[in-house]
């Protein structure tokens, strides 16, 4: 509006839940249908309540653990200028020196509790079955049962929140299809939705739409760079001249294994890359490909002509 004031946001929060498991599958509820990157179209709002209204809170998981860590906008704002001076550093150096991963480290708030999901006696019992068969749930009944119950450690949680200097922004990967639908139907289980547990100026993001949105250009050009080139050339051996593996030799590869084909080894030897790393390992691929008289390199955009 004319003459309103942007205001930043001061703190962001990132959120993370151990549960007792996931919601009941509905392939065929169109709600679970992925989200295209880059829909202009879409309300995350709107999104979010149309999954909350379609979720039983009797049926939703239960938190078992709620972590939070908090970092000021500064601090983040200062860790992306490291990485960038990190990944200029890089880009300077050697070409024969393997990718590294920039390291910041960060001043951080970290608050966790740990939670009673009053589960019944058959629930446990389910409960621990599952935990049998998955890694992914930690805690045991013995772990959990001694602990306080979600309406009682939410106290600590809402205060840890509002003592952050505003704005803040909660993020959360999935938040939208899961943390954020657990967190509701917990505070609609003890009935703490009616006393406004959040303050106006607490926002909440999805990280997983957040970073694909972000991302699409580059996921954009790596679909057009991988129909651009012609896998059949492509070898999965580190010994082939042409091998598109360049300075990152991969192990030899049977490519009679079944579910494996060059695409799968190229990307595994290139996993450790950046995407402009990738392109120039592709396309000094491609000029060694081509650099013998026996061979042309094709025009961009004209697969039946030949350079000339």
Not at 7 to 27: A, N, Q, R, S, Y
Not at 186 to 210: C, H, K, T, W
Not at 296 to 308: V, W
Request: negative net charge; contains cysteine; proline residues 6%.
């Amino acid at each position: 509006m004319c003459g309103s004031k942007t205001v930043h946001i001061k703190t962001f929060v990132f959120l993370d839940f151990e549960t007792t498991g996931l919601f009941p599958e509905e392939p065929l509820n169109p709600l679970f249908f992925h989200q295209k990157p880059g829909d202009t179209e879409r309300n995350a709002s709107r999104l979010l309540d149309n999954y909350i209204s379609t979720t039983n809170p009797r049926k939703a998981p239960r938190i078992t653990e709620l972590s939070l860590i908090s970092i000021s906008r500064a601090r983040v704002e200062g860790a992306i200028a490291e990485i960038a001076s990190q990944y200029g550093e890089e880009e300077s150096a050697s070409f024969d020196a393997p990718p590294t991963c920039p390291v910041v480290k960060l001043p951080c708030n970290v608050h966790t509790r740990q939670i009673n999901p009053e589960l019944d006696e058959a629930a446990w019992v389910e409960y621990g079955m599952r935990k049998i068969g998955k890694n992914a749930l930690i805690y045991s009944r013995n772990d959990l049962e001694e602990k306080n119950k979600f309406a009682v450690e939410w106290e600590g949680v809402k205060l840890f929140l509002d003592q952050l200097p505003k704005p803040v922004c909660v993020l959360a990967h999935n938040g939208i299809k899961y943390d954020f639908r657990v967190l509701h139907a917990e505070l609609l289980r003890a009935g703490l939705l009616q006393s406004n547990p959040f303050s106006s100026d607490i926002y909440f993001v999805d990280s997983y739409l957040m970073f694909m949105d972000l991302e699409k250009e580059i996921h954009d050009d790596l679909r057009t760079l991988t129909q651009i080139v012609d896998w059949r050339l492509v070898s999965t051996s580190s010994k082939d001249p042409a091998s598109i593996n360049g300075h990152y030799p991969a192990p030899e590869v049977n490519r009679e294994d079944s579910g494996f084909n060059g695409r799968n080894q190229i990307f595994r030897s290139l996993s450790t890359t950046g995407v402009d790393e990738t392109v120039k390992i592709t396309k000094a691929t491609w000029l060694e490909q081509y650099s013998t008289p026996k061979k042309s390199m094709p025009q961009c955009g004209t697969s039946n002509e030949q350079a000339k």
